[in-house]
């Protein structure tokens, strides 16, 4: 009698491995199914879940309060906001106020996400501005006085940018002494007068209407797009990020951080040269103090569009909805008769509220949860 149980050879093992029960692909590609969907449930609230979802929470938030800045509006004029195209055209004026404020703020908060400030904004517009409508460069006509703007704003930003990042300087200093000598260069070039515009394609680009909506709200929507593309859909605009939020861990994954900060400079200069144009159009001249206090508007915008002071973070949606509320904001004022040193008090308080919230808020929920759950364990 020999023995039954099999034994080792080279072709053939000692023993075969167990095998799994059958499975059926229908209860196989069902459990995938449910799979998938979860995930594409998670994905399709991934815009509002979580930090990811912040900026787009702030954003409606802003929404909500234009809706109300509107229904005080109706509640304290409707024989105004009766009248549809007095609305209509209030809407476009409300945009065109925020237009030449809104394209400084685009540069502002490519500056502020990147970990700096700039206080000489207002000063760089009134340069370029100034600068734009000498005798001399009206003489080469409307492509000389765009060309001789955005070259001084460009050039004013790498001065900028190349003191702060190789001349350590710190930021709000360096930029205020340039808000002082922009100023004082401005009113040199001047010789403290008004400069007046005799170009009139410069000046018809603050009446000119297409399709019934003003040149510079066009203007404004071309800036703003081209800076959400930069900010959102480019590497430069990842490095920015990366820049204000960790300065050291980003030189350490290979970014140049003094060279990225200068180019962040020169930016910001060339929104001023875009606005310097936009606003020597409205007035038709140009002067050594005009732009006053733009830096402010520009930094208190993009606080309010959730722009955070520290760097690493902010959005430009929401820098071109806090410029629309504070022009819409002015507007209310000036349609009910209110004085400017109310509408600037108004102004301080929401500023103060905002960085409030930006200091005592969660991140999230679930950063919230999660706290809580490791304190409790």
């Known amino acids: 009698m020999t023995d039954a149980t099999p034994t080792a050879t080279p072709d ?49 938030g802003l929404i909500g309060v234009l809706v109300v800045l509107v229904l005080i509006g109706i ?13 209509w055209n209030n809407i476009l004026t409300i945009l065109k106020l925020a237009s030449v404020v809104g394209v400084v703020t685009v540069g502002m908060t490519f500056v502020i996400i990147g970990g700096g400030i700039d206080l000489s904004v207002g000063a760089i517009v009134a340069l370029a501005g100034v600068w734009c409508t000498t005798v001399a460069t009206q003489s080469y006509g409307a492509g000389g006085m765009i060309f001789s703007a955005l070259t001084v704003g460009v050039a004013v930003g790498l001065v900028n940018g190349l003191l702060i990042s190789y001349g350590r300087l710190v930021p709000f200093i360096a930029t205020l002494a340039m808000m002082v000598a922009a100023r004082g260069l401005a009113a040199e070039i001047s010789d403290k007068q008004t400069q007046v515009s005799d170009n ?13 909506i003003p040149l510079l709200v066009y203007i404004l929507a071309a800036v703003v797009v081209a800076g959400w593309v930069l900010l959102n859909r480019t590497t430069f605009g990842r490095r920015t990020v990366a820049v204000g939020g960790n300065p050291e861990a980003a030189r350490l994954a290979g970014i140049n951080v003094r060279r990225h900060t200068v180019l962040l400079y020169a930016l910001s200069g060339l929104c001023c040269g875009i606005a310097a144009i936009m606003l020597t159009a409205q007035a038709t001249s140009a002067q050594a103090a005009m732009a006053n206090l733009y830096e402010l508007d520009a930094i208190a915008a993009a606080i309010i569009g959730g722009t955070l002071l520290s760097g690493g973070r902010g959005t430009i949606v929401g820098s071109l909805l806090g410029v629309v509320i504070f022009s819409t904001i002015t507007n209310l004022f000036a349609i009910n008769g209110l004085s400017t040193e109310a509408q600037n008090m108004v102004k301080g308080g929401i500023i103060v509220a905002a960085v409030l919230v930006q200091q005592f808020q969660f991140r999230s929920l679930t950063q919230f949860f999660n706290r809580n759950r490791f304190t409790t364990t």
């Open 12 to 60: 053939r093992p000692a023993s075969l491995p167990a095998q799994s029960p059958p499975v059926d692909p229908a209860a196989t590609a069902g459990a995938a199914g449910k799979g998938h969907a979860a995930e594409a449930r998670g994905a399709g609230l991934s815009w509002w879940r979580g930090d990811n979802g912040e900026g787009a929470r702030r954003n409606l």
């Open 200 to 212: 009139a394609t410069i000046n018809g680009i603050a009446s000119s209407n297409v399709l019934g």
């Open 75 to 87: 509640a304290t004029r409707p024989d105004l906001y009766g009248d549809s195209s007095w609305v």
